[in-house]
């Protein structure tokens, strides 16, 4: 998962996950338990295991309505940014946790150690962007994050989110805490927020954002909006084949460029 960085009065504050230690053993173990905990106390799981195993049945059915090249917010561990580079697309990773960025590059993907917030390669080139797990909540202001995706993504471009599993839009402030190893809760709490998908089409369409999809797939829920610019004529359908052009394929690893060139 990812935060939010500081760029100017009224950002939510930068790189809060960093100072999550429970955060970083998780991942660099590949288990949990690990939790957001609210300030009233209360828990909400984090699916480390999930998130550290190979990309499952329901995130590939997610990846096959992707276009083009793709920006994975909030990456975490790196199972949908390595299963896109295994594809041969054009896919980068970014998340403010070092231990994040270290296991994505470990199995196979291009990952940058930043906020969505920060400034990134290939701003308003992107075909489509990521809010997976959760990251749909990254800095506690759907709107605000919103608005950056557009921002990032071509005209027209396709923004797939992970809603809640349940009808919700709430905002709160959280910390990262392991319950079951005494860790109390790491670092300032930040911004985070939940919304379920009737919250977040209702969000995006006073927005300018066009619905291109929704749907359930197990106990996951999903919503494909399309940036104004083009019509919204393919509706995120899978495509026939996840081959891409040549000027498409991923490039050799490398730092601040990973999709500068297209």
Known sequence: MTGAARLAPGRPPARAWEASDPYA???????????????????LPLDVERWCARADAVDREVLDRCEGAVLDVGCGPGRLVAELAARGRTVLGIDVSEAAVDRTVRIG??????????PLPGEGRWDTVLLMDGNVGIGGDPRALLARVAALLAPGGLLIAETAPVEVDERSHVQVVDVTDGHAPSGTPFPWARIGTRALLRRAGAAGWLGAGQWTSGERRFVALRSSGRPASSSAEPPNSTAVISSQRARKPSADNAATDR
């Open 25 to 43: 053993a998780a991942l660099r173990s590949g288990r949990g338990p690990l939790f957001l905990r609210r300030t009233d106390g209360w828990l």
């Open 109 to 118: 993907g291009h990952s940058l150690r930043r906020s969505v917030f920060e």
